[in-house]
Nanobody, 121 residues
Framework: QVQLVESGGGLVQPGGSLRLSCAASGSIFSINAMGWYRQAPGKQRELVAAITSGGSTNYADSVKGRFTISRDNAKNTVYLQMNSLKPEDTAVYYC???????????????WGQGTQVTVSS
């Protein structure tokens, strides 16, 4: 069994910063890509940023230049540094990891429970 536990969400004023963390634990053999998604009320879940095991990154256009994704492979942890936050960044942020639990397992998507980020004055 695998768990992804997010932390770091909260309330911040426009222009402020937050850092999200997500630690994967449990039966993990290998992790491929890790990423952050978000879902605002009434909207579909969307990709915010992703990072491969080799460090290649991908960002949504709306966050380029403001958000930075990184990971610590030794700790099975992914981070999202969010700067210059805007009210439209308000959403529940979900961590995602594409991993397998043993060498013979298939790669599977795993999700965290989500952490609320609210940008408001």
């Amino acid at each position: 069994q695998v768990q992804l536990v997010e932390s770091g969400g909260g309330l911040v004023q426009p222009g402020g910063s937050l850092r999200l963390s997500c630690a994967a634990s449990g039966s993990i053999f290998s992790i491929n890509a890790m990423g952050w998604y978000r879902q605002a009320p009434g909207k579909q879940r969307e990709l915010v940023a992703a990072i491969t095991s080799g460090g290649s990154t991908n960002y949504a256009d709306s966050v380029k230049g403001r958000f930075t994704i990184s990971r610590d492979n030794a700790k099975n942890t992914v981070y999202l540094q969010m700067n210059s936050l805007k009210p439209e960044d308000t959403a529940v942020y979900y961590c995602n990891a594409d991993l397998r639990s043993s060498w013979y397992d298939a790669w599977r998507d795993n999700w965290g429970q989500g952490t609320q980020v609210t940008v408001s004055s």
